[in-house]
């Protein structure tokens, strides 16, 4: 697995197939994913608060990554991740993180 996402005992990877998100990011956009694109091999972590942020962010890049035949692939990656970092925000668990 390419990079682990965890919060309390839930959590959701990033294959390295499904690394292709990051193309997407936008640093001024996509704040939280713009460190973690850049932070990437360092283990990221985020409070709940970036992790309600993030929720924001992901659900921004849906209908870009939606509407490209070539990406489309990438949709279920970014439900998971909708509802891992809701999750996190919700139950107040920092997430933590692990890559290859």
Known sequence: MAFDLYAGSLSVSI????E??????DSDKHRHLSRMKDSYYRD???SPEQS??????LISLLPIVEKNRETKYLVPLLNKLLV?????YVSSEQVRSESD
């Open 15 to 18: 294959e390295h197939h499904e």
């Open 20 to 25: 292709a998100i990051f193309g997407f990011v």
């Open 52 to 57: 309600n942020d993030l929720v924001h962010e």
């Open 44 to 46: 990221p972590g985020f």
């Open 84 to 88: 891992f970092f809701s999750s996190a």
